[in-house]
């Protein structure tokens, strides 16, 4: 159905390597077009800078070594990299997987420092929302620009960091999170956006919403009068000239 889905290439090397590893082992249960005989599995599962044939097993463990060591290495810009020590209480996941809620200009602009001030204004940072008070610099969390957040590729909460294996920031997600109850002629609902209402910076709901959207929380939609009216904050009253 690709109208309804159209998946994306890293759906596509993720969906090869589920069949890879299920088409391990006798008489070629997934019948592999790549499969051998005498491993058992799929050619792919070999290291081609290497003289000898590799297994899949080889090869998990040679990946999960490799992250480990990745993990345990310096830091790089912008909460990137490893977190330059052994100790894998320090390995914390929200310290390298953040939402960004940058700029729509920085799409067109890019990433050059000309116009850095620029697309700053209009982006939503710790700058503009602290992650909390009285955060030190002996903090982990006082040099982040964005946000911490949990999940990660492809779960229902979307949170995908693609599959490089060296940065996991995202900057897309679920726009409008909005559940609507229709029962016997009332109507309610709940609804958030990530950011705010307004796209003034100056304005007070510029990112009135970004700290309730972090938290996966929403707010009342009011659709009746009543309901406008218990939840208003203030009565503007227009008259003809």
Known sequence: ??????PSGSHGRVRALHRFLDGRGPNNPLSLASFDSTSQESIFFDILDTTEVESSHEIILLALSEALSFLAAEPGEEASGGFGSNDMNQWLWGLRHYAKFESLLADFLGDSSEFGALTEQFAISTNHLPLADGITSADPRSDLRWFPRDGDQFVVDAGNPG???????????????????????????????PGGQSALTDSPYFADQAAIWLANDTIPMRFSVDDVVAGSTGRESYQPH
């Open 1 to 6: 159905l690709p109208g309804v889905w159209q």
């Open 163 to 193: 599959l490089s294996g060296e940065r996991f920031d995202y900057g897309s997600g679920p726009v409008m999170r909005m559940v609507v109850e229709l029962n016997d002629g009332v109507v309610r609902g709940q609804n958030i956006i």
